[in-house]
């Protein structure tokens, strides 16, 4: 079901700030996934964390990465089609998400090149519109070794743009601009796409969950070792940050200033 109209970015229902009473703590989350499996292997403890604590989490896969994100499908003996791969890759994506707590759409966009024409632009500004979120998570701006995900970034932001302007569908009305967060970039390339994280979340907690949703995604079975890998190297970059003792941590750069009344301070400081 679409959210409801959120006050997170501070106005109340009659457009009057309301700093004080923000309900941060709930945010609505839409994830704008290039392939079947990037929501989960970069955001999914996120995700996870989130879910548990009452936000409404809702993953949109542009594509099922049926030709460039699945490797294991195609080295299956007997007879392979991509129409059966997509079939197999939405079947594992579902699975995924349940384990987060997330639900899932596809758009079913063609994969390796992915491109995104103006009107499937205005299909995701449409999503956008009817789920209101108060944060958007995508993929970074510039990846060189993978332009689908750089390609999803730019409709992203393209959408957003267009969902918040009364010229577009003007009868639905416009909707506020999102936090919007980039989540990793192919790895471990950070020197080739200027991915410089701002922001860290302490998924410890549920680390194992994210680790069982990763494990449904059959058809790309690396990613459950390169993604324990990355939590531990995060989490190392998270700690040396903090003084605090994270483990495994999920990192995010920004694309959207966070306008506040006041500094923001870790909610686990002590
Ligand atoms: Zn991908």
């Given at each position: 079901m679409p959210a409801a109209p959120g006050v997170a970015r501070g106005l109340s229902a009659a457009g009057v700030p309301a700093w004080d009473n923000v309900p941060m703590a709930q945010p609505t989350i839409l994830v704008f996934s290039a392939h079947a499996a990037d929501f989960c292997s970069r955001s999914g403890g996120t995700l996870a964390l989130h879910a548990r604590r009452g936000s409404e989490v809702h993953v949109v896969d542009l594509t099922f990465g049926e030709r460039g994100e699945s490797e294991d499908y195609w080295a299956r003996p007997g007879p392979k089609s991509?129409?059966?791969?997509?079939?197999?890759?939405?079947?594992?994506?579902?699975?995924?998400?349940?384990?987060?707590?997330?639900?899932?759409?596809?758009?079913?966009?063609?994969?390796?090149?992915?491109?995104?024409?103006?009107?499937?632009?205005?299909?995701?500004?449409?999503?956008?519109?009817?789920?209101?979120?108060?944060?958007?998570?995508?993929?970074w701006k510039h990846e060189p070794f993978n332009v689908d995900h750089e390609v999803t970034a730019g409709a992203v932001l393209r959408a957003a743009g267009a969902a918040a302007v009364p010229g577009f569908d003007h009868e639905a009305g416009k909707v506020a601009f999102p936090y919007i967060f980039a989540f990793e970039p192919t790895i471990p390339r950070d020197d080739a796409t200027g991915f410089s994280p701002d922001h860290y979340i302490d998924i410890g907690d549920v680390y194992e969950v994210k680790m069982e949703a990763l494990r449904k995604l059959r058809s790309q079975s690396k990613l459950v070792r390169f993604y324990t890998q990355w939590a531990e190297y995060r989490g190392f970059q998270a700690a040396q940050s903090s003084g605090r003792p994270v483990r495994y941590a999920e990192a995010f750069q920004r694309y959207t200033a966070v306008v506040d009344t006041r500094l923001p301070f870790p909610e686990t400081a002590a």
């Open positions: 991509v129409e059966e791969c997509k079939q197999v890759r939405e079947a594992e994506a579902r699975e995924a998400a349940a384990v987060l707590g997330a639900g899932i759409q596809f758009l079913d966009y063609d994969d390796y090149p992915l491109a995104v024409n103006r009107e499937q632009v205005e299909a995701m500004a449409r999503i956008i519109r009817e789920r209101r979120p108060d944060v958007v998570l995508t993929h």
